[in-house]
């Protein structure tokens, strides 16, 4: 699914430091979604957005916020409220939020604590 | 809310054997379930995915099936291939209420596949 694109690959984070992880897709999906993977865990939503200028909480969104200013771009960022960021961050799409549309992801970013 | 459980954890076959992954869901209202496979590092790629009015679907070496009374279905993979070694995720829409229709992930099935 070469349509979404995460940067960067790999990103470290300072103590107390806020980072932001870019997501960018040209599928024109009106729905995107940040999941985070854990081992063993499978996947865990964060947040997602069905439409520009909204996004709703997913089932593990304390210490995360988003935005949705753009179709185009759901950046996420990992406040220093989340004390465990440590994980494999994955962002997906899907033409509409709702049951029977597939999500396509893209290829990830790794974040770890210095 | 959706809950979805996958077995095994862990599953070990001989290439050319067949191998089966089965996901129960808990609520009755999800209609969609795709399956997902990861290699190690990568992306996870959609493989196939059934919706609940239709009780199997296939794709080469892939089948799904879908049991909507006893909520479970399974992903079917024949004539493996060490190229199949991967982990593979279930997944089941939400149905109505607070999920809003999005998807509830399996835990993962990590499948390795012996020449």
């Known amino acids: 699914d070469g349509g979404i694109t995460q940067s960067p690959k790999y990103l470290f984070r300072k103590e107390g430091q806020n980072v932001t992880l870019s997501c960018e897709q040209n599928?024109?999906?009106?729905?995107m979604y940040w999941y985070r993977q854990d081992p063993g865990q499978g996947l865990r939503l964060i947040y997602y957005?069905?439409?520009?200028?909204?996004?709703q909480k997913g089932d593990i969104a304390e210490g995360y916020s988003v935005s949705r200013e753009k179709k185009e771009s759901f950046p996420l960022t990992v406040t220093s409220a989340q004390k465990n960021p440590t994980a494999f961050y994955l962002c997906?799409?899907?033409?509409?939020?709702?049951?029977?549309?597939?999500?396509?992801f893209g290829d990830g970013t790794r974040l770890s604590i210095l | 809310g959706e809950n979805v459980e996958q077995h095994p954890s862990t599953l070990s076959v001989q290439e050319g054997d067949s191998a089966v992954i089965k996901c129960t869901y808990s609520?009755?209202?999800?209609?969609?379930f795709p399956w997902y496979k990861q290699e190690l590092g990568k992306r996870p790629q959609l493989i196939i995915d059934?919706?609940?009015?239709?009780g199997e679907k296939k794709d080469q070496r892939i089948a799904v099936t879908l049991n909507k009374t006893a909520k479970h279905f399974s992903l079917h993979i024949t004539e493996t291939q060490p190229e199949d070694s991967a982990v593979y995720f279930c997944?089941?829409?939400?149905?109505?209420?607070?999920?809003?229709?999005?998807?509830?992930f399996g835990k993962g099935t990590k499948l390795s596949v012996k020449p």
């Open positions: 957005s069905q439409i520009v200028n909204d996004f």
């Open positions: 997944a089941a829409s939400g149905g109505l209420g607070g999920s809003q229709g999005n998807l509830i």
């Open positions: 059934i919706r609940s009015n239709v």
């Open positions: 997906a799409s899907s033409i509409v939020t709702g049951t029977g549309w597939p999500q396509h």
């Open positions: 599928l024109n999906h009106d729905a």
């Open positions: 609520d009755s209202a999800s209609n969609y």
